[in-house]
């Protein structure tokens, strides 16, 4: 049974419109993250959640706000999509937020902007 | 800031032969060393992780030997098997910044054909 529930798994989406990509985790874990898989760039770090508040935020852009309404809970609201947002975009989370902690990763929603 | 160096793109071997994916880093800080792989349709997973300068870690066949003089942590297998064929990626966690965020690389496409 997958652990890190990501939904949906694949979101078409048209230019200016608002996407809400949704991750649950059921590992007890108290560090959440979002990161980023672009066509032709690697895994991109995106955001860093502990016990439910912002760590770290490596996003350029306010378009991308996390949302975490319960410990293991961490959404991803997109705002005026763009097709440059195209990525499929993992949730993962560690049992704390340290530098030698496995990350354990979610399959991934696969977001499409037309 | 950190950066991680992989081989590029594509490796394909013959099935037996052995494997080596090659990873480098840049950092200013000390850090752990992983390697993740990801499988078709697959969310992404610890293979290997290491902090320990020339000390050999392994797992499931394959093993990586972080050597800071070089800031290197190759990933080899002496014999490959059809069921290694994945996109590996090699990624470094800061220490000193303890937010959980990897730095990754590009990603080898490993392809083991019979």
């Known amino acids: 049974d997958p652990k890190i529930i990501q939904k949906p798994k694949y979101l078409v989406a048209v230019t200016g419109s608002e996407k809400i990509l949704i991750c649950e985790q059921y590992?007890?874990?108290?560090?959440m993250y979002w990161y980023r898989q672009s066509a032709k760039k690697p895994l991109e770090f995106m955001f860093s959640?502990?016990?439910?508040?912002?760590?770290d935020n490596q996003t350029a852009s306010s378009r991308f706000q996390p949302q975490s309404s319960k410990k293991n809970h961490l959404d991803l609201q997109i705002t005026a999509l763009k097709p440059d947002d195209s990525a499929t975009y993992f949730c993962a989370s560690s049992q704390d937020r340290v530098s030698n902690e496995r990350l354990f990763f979610g399959h991934g929603t696969k977001l499409s902007v037309l | 800031g950190d950066s991680v160096t992989q081989t590029e793109g594509l490796v394909t071997l013959t099935e037996g032969l052995p494997v080596m994916l090659n990873c480098t880093y840049q950092?200013?800080?000390?850090?752990?060393l992983f390697w993740y792989v990801q499988h078709l349709n697959e969310a992404p997973k610890l293979l290997l992780k290491s902090s320990t300068d020339n000390k050999r870690t392994e797992h499931q066949g394959f093993h990586a030997t972080l050597h800071k003089s070089s800031s290197s942590f190759h990933l080899q297998k002496s014999s490959a098997q059809l069921s290694d064929s994945a996109l590996y990626y090699c990624a470094l966690a800061n220490t000193g910044a303890n937010t959980g965020k990897l730095t990754f690389g590009h990603g080898t496409i490993l392809r083991v054909h019979p």
């Open positions: 950092t200013a800080y000390s850090t752990f």
């Open positions: 590992l007890g874990h108290n560090a």
């Open positions: 959640y502990s016990y439910q508040k912002l760590m």
